[in-house]
Structures are given as C-alpha cells and as structure tokens.
C-alpha cells in the first residue's frame, strides 16, 4: 500500500523556518515527480514546489521556499524560511507517476498519490 507521510507542521511566528518532510512507502518514488500542495480555508490548494527532472516554486515563494528529495530515503522535503501569515495552510506531500512538464507540474490533478497535510500556522 502506498503511503506519504508528511511531519514537521506547526505554529512559528512571521519570519521564523520550519521543515517539512514527506516519508513515502509501499514503492519507490525514484522516478516520481514530488510536490507540496498547501490548502487555506475557503482557498483552492496549489502548488508551492515540485520537483522533477527541475524545480517548480510557486512565485510567492520564490526565494524562501527549497525543496529537495533524497531518493536513498524515498522521502522530499520542503524546507520553509522567511515565513509569513499569509503561508498558513494545510501542507501536503505528493507523487505522480506521470512525466510532468514544467509548465503543467503545479497542477493537483496530475497527482496519483497525496498524504494527509501538515498544519502550518503563521502568527504575526
């Protein structure tokens, strides 16, 4: 059974990092494009990163977001700096099986498998 897991959430004041990690199993996601959706209440979920044979960054992002993988781990991380309220959101991990072009990799649909979310909350 595939799984993601994502950890590292929680409540940091504006202008503080946190890092999230996303663990999958069941297969190896070697090949898999990776990404890190974020969802705000009454808001669409989008992409903030991906990852593939290049980077994708969100443009409100740019600069203080990194993600990055380590296949030996079959896991991805997103690495968050800078934060500000306006990053408050469910985070969450995910892979597809598909090859992404840059210019369609944001979009959440192309996703086969997501994990839960991670609250990221972001006082001011």
């Known amino acids: 059974q595939v799984q993601l897991l994502e950890s590292g959430g929680g409540l940091v004041q504006a202008g503080g990092s946190l890092r999230l990690s996303c663990a999958a199993s069941?297969?190896?996601?070697?090949?898999?494009?990776m990404g890190w959706f974020r969802q705000a209440p009454g808001k669409e979920r989008e992409c903030v990163a991906a990852?593939?044979?290049?980077?994708y960054y969100a443009d409100a992002v740019k600069g203080r977001f990194t993600i990055a993988r380590d296949n030996a781990k079959n896991s991805v991380y997103l690495q968050m700096s800078n934060l500000e309220p306006e990053d408050t959101a469910v985070y969450y991990c995910?892979?597809?099986?598909?090859?992404?072009?840059?210019?369609?990799?944001?979009?959440?649909?192309?996703?086969?498998?997501w994990g839960q979310g991670t609250q990221v909350t972001v006082s001011s």
């Open positions: 995910a892979a597809s099986s598909h090859i992404l072009h840059p210019t369609v990799i944001r979009f959440p649909g192309l996703y086969d498998y």
């Open positions: 069941g297969r190896t996601f070697t090949s898999y494009a």
């Open positions: 990852i593939a044979d290049n980077t």
